[in-house]
């Protein structure tokens, strides 16, 4: 029996048990893969015809798609093949042997994943300044000072908080973890619970009507606040990078397993990402170590002289 490709991602959408981010990644993926190849029979779908539409993707303002981005979409569109050839609703994965984009080096394009971008001080205390409300700066410095993943943030309920510690019951994998408050946010947040009358729980981040609020709105809100803050090759700063600032701010000030513990990261490898990027990091260590070096040479000189004045 044919199947066409509308049935086939919303069955292959229901049938993921993944975390509120990467399943709203592939599902926009494929929402935007429908709507380019509207609903046609699913093994009428050939490598020529994805090789097309993944080197013909744009962005909104119709710029080629940065290789980060193509890559994702290749990685989303790979994977829901798999589970139709799974499914046995086609009989080959069309996305076999179908190579990735490489990086145009002459286009300054680099292996997705190599650069991390984080923000500078500058740049976070702007985007506090920008923020409307209290709820915001709670928000914004919440995912900048504990690491918490957005998804995170925004399914937090009051009664997750206490004695200094947030307790995220489904992180990245749904596993249960642990993250921590700053003095600063703690601040935040004894304002943010005062203005709202003091409300033992419920969720933590609610909208004017006191529904929980979304991801949607909480970027829209950040977009707001992030006007005219732009990274050094002028794109966008997102919400995304407060996350990747707090582990790169303390990649090499902190034993690397710590990190991966307190940025929930399952494997180490995506954690050492973070200290790879950060050279001032290593400059400051070496610097310091060799400065302990020179007093610790000099203490010695001096112990020793001493020692042949009392002589």
């Known amino acids: 029996m044919q199947i066409e490709l509308f049935e086939s991602t919303t069955r292959y959408l229901s049938s993921l048990n993944l975390d509120g981010d990467t399943l709203r ?61 799974q499914e046995k609703l086609i009989e080959e994965n069309p996305m076999e042997n179908l190579p990735r984009r490489r990086p145009n080096k002459d286009m300054g394009e680099v292996t997705p994943g190599s650069i991390i971008r984080s923000l500078r001080k500058e740049q976070v205390e702007k985007l506090l300044k920008n923020a409307q409300t209290t709820r915001e700066r709670l928000l914004f410095t919440l995912l900048y000072t504990s690491g918490t993943r957005i998804s995170e943030a925004l399914d937090l309920n009051i009664q997750d908080i206490h004695d200094g510690t947030i307790h995220i019951k489904q992180g990245k994998g749904n596993q249960p973890r642990q993250a921590y408050l700053s003095k600063q946010t703690e601040k935040l947040l004894i304002q943010y619970l ?43 700063i997102t919400i995304h990078q407060l996350r990747h600032t707090f582990c790169t ?13 307190l940025a929930g990261h399952n494997d ?23 400065e302990w070096q020179e007093y610790k040479l000099k203490s010695n000189q001096d112990d020793k002289f001493k020692s042949l004045r009392s002589n």
Request: proline share 2%.
């Open 249 to 261: 701010e303390r990649a090499g000030h902190i034993d690397s397993f710590v990190l991966q513990r």
């Open 25 to 85: 990644a592939y599902t926009i993926d494929l929402h935007r893969f429908e709507k380019t190849l509207e609903n046609i029979p699913l093994n009428s779908i050939t490598k020529d015809t994805l090789k097309n539409y993944l080197d013909n993707l744009t962005s909104k303002y119709g710029q080629r798609v940065s290789l980060a981005t193509q890559n994702r979409h290749y990685a989303s569109l790979h994977r829901f093949f798999e589970w139709c050839l």
């Open 268 to 290: 180490i490898r995506t954690t050492l990402r973070y200290a790879k990027v950060n050279d001032t990091v290593a400059k400051e260590a070496f610097n310091n170590f060799d």
């Open 194 to 236: 005062e203005e709202r009358g003091n409300p033992s729980s419920g969720p933590l981040f609610v909208t004017t009507h006191g529904q929980r609020l979304s991801y949607a709105r909480a970027r829209q809100l950040f977009m707001e606040a992030a006007r005219n803050i732009l990274n050094s090759d002028n794109t966008q």
